[in-house]
């Protein structure tokens, strides 16, 4: 087993079948607070990595149990017994633990995003379950209150071990005096020395999920690897070289967001912001061509295009056309044939004129067609003649659709044959 073995299609599809296992620790019920974005997309990656490298040690040990210590090939039943082992190992010990500890990870990290916004008001409280299963160590953290600024959280917040229960809640300041931080730290290195030493870091801080010093990742962790200063030396250890072709199968996973009329669906993939400012717009829009018989899939901005290890399987088909780095904002599909949409609005307060043109130019350089937010200044013809002038200088346009004040499309402008 080697790292360029993790780019092989049947060792993706098993690192996609055990990240499905821990994505669904994001979605628990017991999870509150809504995930936010940015950190929901770090969480998932972190799983990724995480699943890729779980993937990449229990393969590696069963190919080294293909021969005997004498080095002679073992016997199909003898090896299929010996793997037998290891999958017991993994897949059924560990993997337990681990989705439970995914669950309270990401539990804990929707927390430190939701807490943060009390910060002025509350400090934060360390709890255990108050039962006769706290370990006595952990239990020593019981009532620990100190602000949230305090770097004691940096590597105390839990979960802090292999089925670790404590939590954390924020008090108001006035409610609870402030702890003796040095000897709160004191307190939790006592509790994790050794190998527990691997769950000194908070989840929300630093947008992951299992501890960044995981025995899978090596002796250093894997987040050097991803330090741009060190790229000419990806390959020089195991650690990196699993990253490097990790991050060429990463692909974020898609969600049905609705089904409509005739069984036609709306999925987007879920690095997709619906925060963003012009979300209701692009929803809007798939929904129209949903209706019009396509499944839409509404698709993510990508700040470093193919450069993007998950770029090359989203937009794969843009590669080596005219749209390549490009991220057009839906692909709807109908009868076997894809094609991709770019809606495009422009700001309060801009001119007709101005307006036209900005979503024109934009609009056009990330597909050949475009939807664009209609102004209260334009006429017709001025519109139509823009599209033609366009087309003069070379720029291609397929379809021009105008969305209206009800967010209903009207065409504008559809190429014809001949």
Known sequence: MTPEMLRERPI????????????????????????????RQSLEQDI?????????????????????????????????????????????????????????????????????????????????????????EHAALEGVTLPMSD?????????????????????LKEDF???????????????????????RYNPGKEGVIFPPHHPYYGKRGYKHCLNPHLATSLGDNEECDV?????QNYVPQKKLVETIEEGRTIQQYDNVDPEASDYKQVLAVARFFARL?????????????????????????????????????LRCSKNGVSVYREVKGYEKGTDGKRALRNMLNRGLEQSDKIIIQRHPDW????????????????????????????????????KTEG
């Open 12 to 39: 993706r599809r098993l690192i996609s079948e055990t990240a499905g296992v821990y994505l669904q620790a994001l979605d628990d019920s017991s999870i509150q607070y809504e995930i936010p974005v940015e950190m």
């Open 177 to 199: 005096p402030l702890s003796n931080s040095q000897r709160a730290q004191d307190a939790f290195d006592d509790m994790t020395q050794g190998k527990a030493s691997i769950f």
């Open 379 to 414: 006429t017709e013809n001025f519109v139509a003649r823009s599209i033609f002038n366009k087309i003069k200088k070379g720029v291609k346009v397929q379809e021009v659709w105008i969305m209206e004040d009800n967010l209903e499309l009207t065409l504008v402008y559809k």
């Open 48 to 136: 990724f990595v995480f699943s890729g490298f779980k993937t990449y040690h229990q393969l590696k040990e069963a190919s080294e149990l293909l021969r005997d210590s004498q080095g002679r090939v073992k016997s199909f039943n003898q090896f299929y017994q010996d793997v037998s082992a290891i999958r017991q190992k993994y897949n059924r010990n560990w993997l337990h633990a681990e989705y439970n500890f995914a669950v309270s990870s990401a539990q804990m990290a929707s927390h430190w995003a939701e807490y943060q916004q009390d910060e002025e008001m509350a400090n934060l409280q360390y709890r255990t379950a108050l039962d006769d299963k706290v370990r006595p």
């Open 243 to 247: 990253v490097r072709n990790l991050k």
């Open 151 to 171: 770097p004691f959280w940096d590597t105390a917040f839990p979960p802090n071990g292999w089925h670790c229960r404590c939590h954390v809640i924020p008090v």
């Open 293 to 329: 018989g396509e499944d839409v899939e509404i698709l993510p901005r990508m700040q470093n295009g193919p450069k993007a290890f998950d770029y090359k399987e989203i937009y794969a088909d843009l590669i080596g056309t005219q749209y390549e780095d490009k991220t057009p904002d």
